[in-house]
């Protein structure tokens, strides 16, 4: 990449005043102009269009053009007001991929015109649990997208430490899936998976989906559990078996929730072979319980493993990237402008969809 822009100078607090760029990534053309437009949440059901000041880096931050910005369970829950991180009037979005503009005077490994991806979860590197490399359950985690501005928007500022420089040729809309693929890749390496065994994956949404082409890649057998006809097919096109429910006494070596659904969970518990582990990856009510056996964990030598975000793995999801990019790409169906997130929203409900990303600059 050419760095035709020249690095900003000072620790001004005003907006950055971003320089068209002579020739960006797929032609990008960041705006001049000191504002931008951004998706808002203000409030359970109150989000909308906005427009604001272009965000101008901190010291150890670069600011990135978005190209692509993926809509993901997380943010319906932001918006339905469902998630108790959010920060009213945050810009929502934390899966994506963009071009740097602008970089703050201490951000280093990163020129202007650098593709870039990001993990979103802003961790401090001072608890407990960042000492111990899960990052995910930091006790001040400050996320993108969350409590934090995010990707819905033409621009965002990313501390450079999380950043990840991609090939100049690499499809923004895949750098935008490296944060969903980091928390399936987090699922497996918690869960010990390993090739050559059997693996039951229920639901084929964007992470189910995803879970299938790393395991197919991983070279296991897999069978996806999915009342859906049309996610099904997917989940076939990609290698894996499909039914719409297991026979009585089918059993796997891994069974992984990506569905959050508690009738999912409950048949897929009774599914684990010896020593077999369950991954607990979709998000179920916070009410739904069940009954269990511990006599059975025993006998078995089972594993409940629990899964939540991308702890440490983010740059592992950076690399596997271009090997499997050929499915990944497969799964973005949709790619809508910013002035369309509620269509966006809309189609994340539709079987035919799966990742549904947003285009700023459209
Ligand atoms: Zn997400
Ligand atoms: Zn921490």
């Given at each position: 990449m050419t760095n035709p822009v020249p690095m900003p100078t000072g620790?001004?607090?005003?907006?950055a005043a971003v320089e068209p760029l002579?020739?960006?990534?797929?032609g990008h053309q960041p705006k001049a102009t000191g504002s931008m437009r951004a998706w808002q949440w203000r409030g359970p059901g109150d989000h909308g269009l906005i427009t604001t000041a272009i965000p101008a880096p901190a010291e150890d931050e670069v600011l990135v053009a978005v190209e692509a910005s993926g809509l993901c369970g997380t943010d319906l829950r932001i918006l339905a007001g469902d998630y108790s991180h959010a920060r009213p009037a945050v810009v929502i979005g934390h899966e994506f991929a963009g071009t740097v503009v602008a970089l703050g005077?201490?951000?280093?490994g990163f020129v202007v015109g650098d593709l870039v991806a990001a993990d979103?979860?802003?961790?401090?590197?001072?608890?407990e649990w960042c000492r111990r490399q899960a990052y995910n359950l930091c006790a001040s985690v400050n996320p993108i997208g969350v409590s934090r501005a995010g990707s819905m928007a033409e621009y965002v500022t990313v501390p450079a430490r999380l950043a990840v420089k991609l090939p100049g040729a690499f499809d923004p809309a895949l750098g935008a899936l490296i944060e969903p693929l980091a928390c399936v890749l987090h699922g497996m390496e918690r869960g010990g998976v390993v090739g050559g065994r059997t693996i039951a994956v229920y639901g084929a949404g964007a992470i189910g989906l995803m879970a299938v082409v790393v395991a197919v890649d991983l070279g296991l057998e897999v069978t996806v559990v999915e009342p859906l006809a049309p996610r099904r097919n997917r989940a076939q096109a990609l290698g894996a078996a499909a039914v719409e429910r297991l026979a009585g006494g089918a059993q796997f070596d891994y069974v992984l929730d990506a569905s959050g659904a508690a009738a999912a969970v409950a048949d897929g518990?009774?599914?684990?072979?010896?020593r077999g582990t369950f991954i607990q990856m979709g998000v179920t009510p916070q009410s739904f319980e069940l009954p269990w056996t511990p006599y059975q964990v025993y006998q078995n030598e089972w594993r409940l493993i629990g899964s939540n975000s991308v702890a440490d793995c983010y740059q592992r999801a950076a690399a596997l990237m271009p090997s499997i990019s050929e499915p990944m790409r497969r799964l973005v169906t949709h790619t809508l402008s910013l002035a369309e997130l509620d269509r966006a929203i809309e189609l994340?409900?539709?079987?035919?969809?799966v990742k549904v990303q947003v285009d700023p600059r459209r």
């Open positions: 620790s001004a607090p005003a907006p002579a020739g960006g990534s797929a005077e201490r951000a280093r979103p979860n802003v961790y401090c590197l001072d608890c518990l009774g599914r684990l072979r010896k994340i409900a539709d079987p035919a969809a």
